[in-house]
Nanobody
Framework: QVQLVESGGRLVQAGGSLRLSCAAS????????MAWFRQAPGKEREFVAAINWRSWTEYADAVQGRFTISREKDKNTVYLQMNSLKPEDTAVYLC?????????????????WGQGTQVTVSS
């Protein structure tokens, strides 16, 4: 079993920055594929960013150029640096993991999920 714990979400003004963290523990290692998704009230869960064991990354168009995903393998932790935040970025941000995914943006490929951390961007 793998446990994922997110942290770092809070209220921030538009234009501000936040860094989210996702700490993985249990039966996992640094070769897992990791990703961030988000879910706003009344909306479906959507892909934000993904990183594989080689640190290759992929981003949703909505966050490209503003968000950066990274990982510290020795800490089994993945980060999401979010800059130039907009009110439409408001959502619960969830961390996901799997030994290997075919399509990083497809939530169905991920076996493990965290509980999420709330990010609220005020205008």
């Amino acid at each position: 079993q793998v446990q994922l714990v997110e942290s770092g979400g809070r209220l921030v003004q538009a234009g501000g920055s936040l860094r989210l963290s996702c700490a993985a523990s249990g039966r996992t290692d640094s070769t897992y594929d990791m990703a961030w998704f988000r879910q706003a009230p009344g909306k479906e869960r959507e892909f934000v960013a993904a990183i594989n064991w080689r640190s290759w990354t992929e981003y949703a168009d909505a966050v490209q150029g503003r968000f950066t995903i990274s990982r510290e393998k020795d800490k089994n932790t993945v980060y999401l640096q979010m800059n130039s935040l907009k009110p439409e970025d408001t959502a619960v941000y969830l961390c996901a993991a799997a030994p290997w995914v075919v399509i990083p943006a497809a939530l169905e490929g991920y076996e493990y999920w965290g509980q999420g951390t709330q990010v609220t961007v005020s205008s």
